[in-house]
């Protein structure tokens, strides 16, 4: 036997095969294995055709991806010749087989006739509509398309394309398997087409022909193109205790008068609307829309927003997920918490009740201004949070804000966040008392130099009324005078603890917060202690805040006030006096404050507060002093001195300051305020001779007070100096 290898087998051929047939066996071999299969193998002689079948059935299944049915390949074989008469060779010795016929020559031909295989294209079947909803087809439903793929070959699906059509015209854009039944879809008809397509194996893509659906009919009738998604805000309020927050009993409290959007899926608000006092809120959005509810920290009403200043401002919000508005109307609530972990913030939490805790106790105090005055208007206004925020001076987008404070410059809140050294979200108290420096900038008047201040302190009159308006109105605002700072590890620490209405001032006298704050929350309150007959409420504070005090002639403080409320409430005078009296204070009955005694202990540079000077008359002698106690020696009590005067005829007048005693002052600054309209101007002096600074300014007539100081004085960095003043 001779054996020709061949695929994964062997063929076995006659001991009697030609050799020149088995010459022929690769030139078939290769014919074969580029035409195909050969299934048929005729017209060929002494058993070619049968040698040949057999190798062609070992060859693989070829595919003809030009669809022809078969192809006819005739094989011609080598013409047999008899050995020349001079050859003596002897096929049979060499090993070759004897040939049959010697002397006659033969030819021979195989005719080979190789079917192929069509790549047949895929098939869409049983393509048919469902309806999500169920029953009849209507606006907002969504519907569904369904088929069954086939191919003869097996081969994969590739990417089928689908189309819906309307009454027979396709609906652009709606390309996917799926479609949401719209307004225009009323009383039509709609079909599902499907085009399927073949990942082929041999000849890439192959696509086949379209089938369409049977048609739906949507009613004229439509199902709701609307719906309402309704739900509640709430946040973690964490309580202020003596031993700082108080987690474990935290309070889920209503977000109130936020601003609520619903938004869809490209972030488009698409309805709006705020929160009632007890944190609902309703929204109409269309139907089976993707829909988020986002409640923002903001309140509208009074162009209020919580903001982080580290994060170029960014608007704080609470977010809903992104989920179908359905068929139906329905319910999303919404919950920030604090974050806190037991032990600590939790990590990588964020403290989403933070923005809102401070929000709500902005709404309280708007709302106190509010319902005293129904047509009071709100100069926008931007609390910056921050976790970042701490007690360090320097750049606040960083964080680096000092102390939580007001800053009249950007009109904006910064209050303190960084949590085991100083957190202010949930300390309403601070968060009041700075909103009430916004309220002096924006409702009423302040003329404080502000600084560094605490209970104790002998302060300049203006910081003092300043601060005590800020402490007392967080009293007023909550109805509740105890004053809480918490602080430190976990915030478990008490940085400042007062109370405005028990607690006595260590320094009483127009000078001290302490003293003030006690004066204006007693002047609120319903609560009378021995010495208080008064309870004026709030509604009469703030007309005169608004009112008298805003448009005072001389520089804000108690006096001022106090002159203006009992103009305000004439029969309650005495009383109001009463109340003074406690302070160490005699009665106020003007608003420089001349009544007053109090020079602290014999001091000759404490009264009068206002000296009166003369256009034309003599120097009168003044001191700036710095041993006055204060940690900020700028705004201590008599660094700044103040004078009045009256100004006859409109012209130029020249103001001196010619130092008496004490160190030649480095720079004097003359702050010349026009009485009504108020109107202040910082003049800095000139050196016009030795130990003498003057400086000149046109004057309108009218009433003048005047500020005068010395800067390195007022910058803490001097020492006592007295000077004569005068005006000419």
């Not at 088995?22 to 055709?49: M, Q």
């Not at 130092?659 to 002052?665: A, E, M, N, V």
Request: aromatic residues 8%; negative net charge.
């Amino acid at each position: 036997m001779v054996s020709q290898q061949t695929g994964t087998g062997f063929v076995a051929l006659s001991s009697r095969f030609p050799w020149w047939r088995l010459a022929l066996l690769p030139l078939a071999a290769s014919l074969l294995t580029a035409c195909g299969d050969a299934t048929n193998i005729a017209n060929s002689d002494d058993g070619l055709s049968s040698d040949l079948a057999t190798i062609a059935s070992t060859r693989p299944v070829v595919e003809n991806t030009s669809q022809t049915s078969s192809e006819t390949v005739t094989i011609p074989t080598r013409v047999n010749t008899a050995p020349a008469a001079s050859s003596s060779t002897d096929y049979r010795s060499s090993g070759h087989t004897e040939l049959d016929q010697r002397d006659t020559p033969q030819t021979s031909s195989g005719t080979v006739t190789i079917p192929t295989r069509a790549n047949t294209t895929p098939v869409a079947s049983n393509v048919t509509i469902s309806d999500s909803n169920g029953g009849s087809a209507m606006v907002g439903d969504l519907l569904n398309g369904t088929y069954t793929y086939t191919d003869a070959k097996n081969d994969p699906q590739g990417i089928s394309t689908f189309r819906w059509l309307r009454n027979g015209s396709v609906i652009a854009g709606a390309t996917s398997q799926s479609y949401m039944i719209v307004a225009a879809d009323a009383g039509t008809t709609i079909t599902f087409e499907v085009i399927p397509v073949a990942a082929s194996r041999q000849a890439g893509i192959t696509t086949g022909a379209s089938v369409t659906s049977s048609g739906i009919n949507v009613v004229a009738t439509s199902s709701p193109v609307n719906v309402t998604i309704s739900g509640k805000a709430t946040f973690d309020l964490v309580p202020v205790k003596l031993t700082g927050l108080d987690y474990n009993n935290t309070v889920i409290s209503n977000v109130r008068k936020a601003t609520v959007e619903a938004l869809d899926a490209s972030n488009t608000v698409i309805a709006s609307t705020k929160t009632g006092i007890n944190g609902t809120y309703s929204v109409t959005v269309p139907a089976n829309t993707p829909v988020k509810i986002r409640v923002k920290a903001e309140l509208a009403d009074y162009s209020l927003m919580v903001v982080d200043n580290t994060n170029s401002q960014a608007l704080y919000s609470l977010d809903g997920s992104l989920t179908t508005s359905g068929m139906s109307n329905s319910t999303r609530d919404l919950y920030a918490p604090s974050g806190w972990g037991g032990n600590g913030y939790t990590s990588g939490a964020a403290r989403k009740s933070a923005p809102f805790a401070i929000l709500n106790s902005m709404y309280t105090v708007c709302e106190k201004i509010r319902a005293v005055d129904p047509a009071a208007t709100f100069s926008p206004l931007k609390v910056n949070w921050s976790v970042n925020n701490v007690p360090t001076v320097g750049d606040k987008a960083l964080g680096q804000i000092d102390t939580s404070h007001y800053d009249s410059d950007v009109v904006g809140l910064y209050i303190l966040g960084k949590e085991n050294v100083d957190t202010d979200e949930f300390d309403d108290h601070i968060m009041i008392h700075e909103w009430g420096h916004y309220f002096e900038d924006k409702f009423s008047r302040s003329d404080s130099m502000g600084g560094i201040h605490s209970d104790g302190d002998i302060l300049d009159m203006r910081l003092a009324f300043g601060e005590a308006w800020g402490n007392a109105l967080s009293g007023m605002i909550t109805d509740d005078p105890l004053y809480v700072d918490t602080s430190g590890m976990n915030q478990a620490s008490i940085g400042l603890e007062l109370n405005v209405e028990t607690q006595e001032a260590v320094e009483p006298g127009f000078y001290s917060e302490g003293s003030l704050q006690r004066v204006l929350y007693d002047l609120y309150d319903s609560t009378n202690e021995t010495g208080d007959a008064v309870s004026l409420g709030f509604g009469s504070i703030y007309s005169t805040m608004i009112g008298k005090e805003k448009n005072t002639q001389a520089y804000t403080s108690i006096f001022t006030f106090i002159k203006a409320i009992k103009e305000n409430n004439p029969s309650q005078a005495a009383n109001i006096d009463s109340v003074v009296a406690m302070e160490n204070m005699e009665p106020i009955n003007d608003i420089y404050g001349s009544a007053q005694t109090d020079n602290r202990s014999g001091n000759l540079n404490v009264l009068p507060i206002y000296t009166p000077l003369t256009v034309g008359g003599g120097a009168v002698e003044r001191c700036s002093v710095v041993d006055l106690s204060a940690p900020n020696p700028g705004n201590r009590l008599s660094v700044r001195r103040y004078f009045r005067f009256t100004i006859a005829a409109a012209g130029d007048y020249t103001i001196t300051a010619e130092r008496t005693s004490g160190r030649d002052p480095a720079k004097i600054v003359f702050n010349v305020a026009k009485a009504s309209p108020f109107n202040a101007t910082f003049i800095e002096a000139q050196d016009t001779a030795p130990n003498t600074q003057t400086v000149t300014q046109n004057l309108v007539a009218g009433d003048y007070v005047m500020e005068v100081y010395d800067v390195d004085n007022a910058e803490g960095a001097g020492a006592n100096v007295c000077f004569n003043v005068s005006i000419n």
